[in-house]
């Protein structure tokens, strides 16, 4: 399809739109068509006026995705100010998908409501975090998720309980063609402990285990039942372990950084070399928890 085959739409779609520079891991190719819908109903009505058959692709902050350099194929749906409030009432946070989740974590609390300190351990935004079911110390998202509201790639909302996105470790079963634009949090009012110094514990920790400043997508691999990953990825003498401008991070050994001239490619062979050594050395399969997009060049 041509950019001027598309119906009219209120908000920005470009063709042919380099990502790499927006990623964390600042690799990847460019998006065929980027949609950057002005608000809602903008978003509902190119959905249902473009051919079901085109293949949509949401995107957040992409602190999660490694995007091959061939690039993604059909339209990637980035969701921009207008899904950005956040309101409380009754303890309940109403959050736009586009919102970052430390800003969730300061917003609760600002508000005296405890459950969602974790979140500041997160830098992605909430659409990302619920589609990835992201977590940390101890916590994830579908603790405290009530429900979200989705829009299917035929342009028809859709509702999804906590019960109804099939959450488990890093993972959903909310389809790939869903793109979440709200949700709502259950705060937790009253606890009996300080939240500002449980958020500032996170911060510290975040800072004294993983590498700063740095391209990376946080941890590589998820942890197999009953085992770290960086434990068996440091068993497997893969600590610093480097692929052109791809390296193990010395700091924290389930990330991987750019350290600068990295392609998608060498991250992604850096990766897959580490979790054959794993394997050869423990027995252990990894399984990436970094979501891989797009086509290879
Ligand atoms: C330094 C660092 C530390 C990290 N630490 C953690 C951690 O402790 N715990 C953790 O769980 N993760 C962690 N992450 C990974 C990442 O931040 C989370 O997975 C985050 O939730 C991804 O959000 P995002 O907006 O960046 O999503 P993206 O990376 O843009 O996308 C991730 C996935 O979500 C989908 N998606 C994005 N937005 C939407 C939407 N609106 N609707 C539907 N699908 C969507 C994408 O299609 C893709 O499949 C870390 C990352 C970094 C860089």
């Known amino acids: ?13 470009r063709e ?13 190719g460019r998006a065929e068509f980027l949609f950057e819908p002005a608000d809602m109903d903008d978003l509902v009505f190119f959905l249902k006026e473009i051919p079901e058959t085109i293949k949509i692709t949401p995107l957040g902050s992409m602190s999660n995705v490694l995007i091959r350099s061939g690039g993604i194929d059909g339209i990637v749906i980035m969701l921009g100010d207008w899904f950005k409030n956040i309101f409380v009432e009754d303890n309940i946070l109403e959050v736009g998908a586009a919102v970052l989740c430390s800003k969730v974590s300061t917003f609760s609390m600002d508000h005296e409501l405890g459950g969602m300190e974790f979140l500041m351990g997160i830098p992605g935004t909430i659409g990302g975090a619920i589609k990835m079911n992201a977590g940390c110390f101890g916590s994830e998202i579908v603790n405290i998720l009530v429900e979200c509201e989705g829009i299917l790639s035929d342009g028809n909302v859709k509702w999804f309980k906590k019960d109804d996105i099939g959450a488990s470790y890093r ?3 909310i389809p790939d063609n869903c793109i979440i634009t709200r949700a709502w949090f259950k705060g937790i009012p009253n606890v009996n ?26 941890s590589t691999f998820k942890n197999p039942d009953g085992f770290k990953a960086w434990q068996l990825i440091e068993q497997a003498g893969c600590r610093g372990m480097k692929f052109r401008g791809a390296q ?14 990295a392609t998608a490619e060498d991250i992604e062979i850096l990766g897959e070399q ?8 423990t027995g252990v399969k990894l399984e990436w928890e970094v979501i891989k997009l797009g086509n290879s060049n």
């Open 171 to 173: 993972c959903t079963n």
């Open 274 to 281: 580490v979790a054959k050594k794993v394997f050869d050395k």
């Open 1 to 13: 399809m041509k950019l001027n085959e598309f119906p009219q739409v209120k908000g920005i779609l």
């Open 248 to 261: 193990v991070s010395e700091k924290h050994c389930n990330f991987i950084i750019n350290t600068g001239n």
């Open 16 to 28: 042919n739109v380099s990502l790499s520079e927006k990623t964390f891991l600042g690799v990847g």
């Open 193 to 218: 402990y300080s939240i500002p110094k449980k958020v500032k514990e996170i911060i510290e920790q975040r800072k004294s285990s993983q590498p700063i400043g740095v391209r990376t997508c946080g």
